[in-house]
């Protein structure tokens, strides 16, 4: 039983479409992320819910815009996709708004945009 | 200046070898530190957190934290081909909200 688990695990698209990833937990954890890795391994924080309320919106442009219809699941949708959005995107939960006992992180989704 | 510096990489050792990982940071804030591992194309799983200066030891990994140094490592002892990852440090502080991540040091494992 998958944890947290993103669909879609790929996605490959041409600059200025509209795209969706979906995030769902199933660990009864309340703070769900969204974070970013470059193609140099580095994980910046994009976005945290806790329990359905955003956090943490960490001067990310305006067409990305995350969404919690409940506290298992954290979807993002990204508008006018540019080509400097190509990275890996992981979803991640954790107990309570703390992470003082780290993350558990999805499988990741590989957007490239062409 | 970033808030957490890791030792680049990539590193490559024969099977058996002890490895050291390391990361500095500079926000006295943090408090709590952990060690991701990310194997090619999957998730960063978490591997160990501490919590304060001192070692912490879990199998063959060992998980060491100087505040005074504001410095961490990571251990492994008799590496294996499976050991062969990405690892991260990542660190927070109470209330953060957010763990600020080093950018990984590869190691590679060679039978």
């Known amino acids: 039983d998958t944890a947290v688990s993103q669909t879609p695990k790929y996605l490959v698209t041409q600059m200025g479409n509209d795209k969706s990833i979906k995030c769902e937990q199933n660990l009864g954890h309340d703070t769900m992320y969204w974070y970013k890795q470059d193609s140099k391994k580095f994980l910046k924080i994009m976005f945290s819910y806790n329990n359905k309320e955003l956090i943490i919106n960490e001067t990310v442009p305006n067409r990305f815009s995350p969404k919690s219809p409940d506290k298992a699941h954290l979807n993002l949708h990204i508008n006018s996709l540019e080509l400097g959005d190509s990275a890996v995107y992981f979803c991640?939960?954790?107990?309570?708004?703390?992470?003082?006992?780290?993350?558990?992180f999805g499988s990741g989704t590989r957007l490239t945009v062409v | 200046q970033k808030e957490v510096e890791q030792d680049p990489g990539p590193l490559s050792v024969p099977e058996g070898a002890i490895v050291s990982l390391n990361c500095t940071y500079s926000?006295?804030?943090?408090?709590?530190f952990m060690w991701y591992r990310q194997y090619s194309r999957k998730g960063p799983e978490l591997l160990m957190y501490?919590?304060?200066?001192g070692n912490k030891e879990d199998g063959r990994f060992t998980a060491q934290v100087d505040k005074s140094s504001k410095y961490i490592s990571l251990f492994i002892r008799d590496s294996q081909p499976s050991d062969s990852a990405t690892y991260l440090c990542a660190m927070t502080n109470t209330n953060a909200g957010k763990s600020t991540f080093g950018d990984g040091t590869t190691l590679t494992v060679k039978p």
């Open positions: 991640a939960s954790s107990p309570g708004g703390d992470t003082h006992y780290g993350y558990t």
């Open positions: 926000n006295s804030a943090f408090q709590y």
């Open positions: 501490t919590y304060s200066s």
